[in-house]
Nanobody, 116 residues
């Protein structure tokens, strides 16, 4: 089992930036991909960005050009640099891990609020 601990959320003005961090612990040896998802009130949880252990990256259209996902395998950590934030980016952001045995885990979520 993999445990995830997120940090870095907060309140930011439109156009601002935030960097989310997620540290994995536990059975980290079999991690295939790490990623970020988000869920706004009353909406479904959607993928924001994912990165595999081989470095393949996938972004949601809403994140392309503004967000950057990166991974530090030595620390079993994944980061999400978010720039040019918009009010519609306001959501609870979850870290996600997918293992090679097709099991997965979620973090507890970190709130991102974009408002003036």
């Amino acid at each position: 089992q993999v445990q995830l601990a997120e940090s870095g959320g907060g309140l930011v003005q439109p156009g601002g930036s935030l960097r989310l961090s997620c540290a994995a612990s536990g059975s980290i040896f079999s991690i295939y991909s790490l990623g970020w998802y988000r869920q706004a009130p009353g909406k479904q949880r959607d993928m924001v960005a994912t990165i595999t252990d081989g470095g393949s990256i996938n972004y949601a259209d809403s994140a392309k050009g503004r967000f950057t996902i990166s991974r530090d395998n030595s620390k079993s950590a994944v980061y999400l640099q978010m720039n040019s934030l918009k009010p519609e980016d306001t959501a609870l952001y979850y870290c996600h891990v997918l293992r090679y045995d097709a099991t997965w885990s979620w973090g507890q979520g970190t709130q991102v609020t974009v408002s003036s």
